[in-house]
């Protein structure tokens, strides 16, 4: 009877061992599976998918970069494919964006108050500007007058957009760089010309005044004003980047419209950084960091030039000063303070601008 008993037990003891060893040859398959697929998983990332988050005019400019950037990056990165997205718009309503939960990998903006919000955010790192050369400014700009072919109301400073004759299209500071700089540029110009300061601005004030209440549209971007100019035909003179002028006469109003350059006007200055916050999560950082340090390379300063944009090296500027001329310049930050002087004084809700802008003709 014992013998038979233990015939048994023995029995279910090999029954349970064959279970167990077939359970754990089933375990040792399922994690070998998983093994594999992260392993392709991580191979996946040889394609790496970019979003430059960026200001509105600047995007005909970097669709020609990211051609440029992939070509090369591909050929370091053997095997590796990069696919860079664009997103533009108003340069502080592309930052909002961000700050807001768009999953940018680099911001392209064209005002440091702009960056210094994702700062603030803790999307970009403390120290982008020493992240890349110039302080992370890559190439510059000016503001510009675009008028109507032959020049029909002889503009040719901004002294000329306080006329009662004259219309004005700018898009919104509220939502735009390019427009804030199209603001302290008229601003910077009154100042220099009257021998004031922002704090004794009384001619200043009066002249700008003037200028705004010549302005029939703010719109939301710069691009959206230039073709609120060339294409629906509103005002005598847009107040835009010295690239965007160039773009549109050569391209969306050849013919029809002169670029004036301003006895003095503003430099613009385009930050750029990696945002930290998006890559770090996705591994992407050493991709977007190569996406922003190429941006100085000399193929890209020539693209920049090329397309009327002013290049961070100098000897790639001095070949192009038939189509980028020496003007009289000033930096906003020696006239008006740091950008968040700026930004308080002028651009705040009640501030210089809204002050300035509320008379009408």
């Avoid at 209440?213 to 035909?233: C, I, K, L």
């Avoid at 006469?249 to 930290?276: C, H, L, M, R």
């Avoid at 890559?279 to 050493?286: E, H, I, L, P, V």
């Avoid at 001329?325 to 930050?333: H, Y």
Wanted: proline share 3%; hydrophobic share 40%; charged share 20%.
């Amino acid at each position: 009877m014992q013998s038979a008993i233990q015939s048994k037990l023995s029995n279910i003891t090999l029954k349970v061992g064959s279970v167990l060893a077939v359970t754990v040859l089933i375990a040792g398959c399922n994690s070998n599976e998983s093994t594999s697929q992260d392993t392709s998983t991580a191979g996946d990332l040889q394609d790496i998918s970019l979003l430059n988050v960026s200001y509105d005019v600047s995007r005909d400019f970097y669709k020609d970069y990211n051609t440029l950037f992939s070509a090369s990056y591909e050929k370091e990165h053997p095997g590796s494919k990069v696919k860079v997205n664009q997103s533009h718009g108003g340069s502080s309503k592309q930052a909002l964006s961000i700050a807001n939960g768009l999953q940018a990998d680099v911001a392209t903006l064209n005002q440091e108050s702009d960056m210094n919000l994702l700062v603030e955010k803790g999307l970009v790192a403390t120290d982008w500007k020493q992240a890349f050369p110039n302080n992370a400014v890559p190439y510059t700009s000016t503001m510009v007058l675009l008028v109507r072919n032959g020049n029909p109301k002889n503009i040719k400073d901004w002294s000329d957009l306080a006329r009662n004759d004259i219309d004005v299209v700018i898009p919104n500071p509220k939502t735009s760089g390019t427009a804030r700089y199209a603001f302290l540029g008229a601003y910077g110009y009154g100042l220099h010309q009257f021998k004031e300061s922002v704090d004794t601005s009384t001619k200043t004030d009066d002249f700008i005044k003037k200028l705004l209440a010549n302005v029939v549209t703010y719109d939301n971007g710069a691009r959206a004003a230039t073709t609120s100019f060339t294409q629906r035909g509103l005002g005598d003179v847009l107040i835009t980047t010295e690239n965007e002028a160039h773009l549109a006469a050569k391209e969306f109003a050849k013919g029809k419209v002169d670029i004036v350059y301003p006895s003095y006007s503003i430099v613009i200055a385009n930050p750029v950084a990696v945002v930290t916050a998006v890559t770090d999560k996705s591994g992407k950082t050493d991709a977007a960091s190569a996406y922003l340090q190429g941006l100085w390379d000399v193929p890209a300063q020539q693209l920049m030039a090329e397309m009327y944009m002013r290049p961070s090296n100098a000897e790639v500027l001095a070949a192009h000063r038939d189509t980028l001329p020496e003007i009289a310049t000033f930096e906003p930050v020696a006239v008006f303070g740091d950008w968040t002087q700026i930004m308080d004084t002028f651009f705040v809700d009640g501030g210089r601008f809204d002050q300035l802008a509320s008379v009408k003709k």
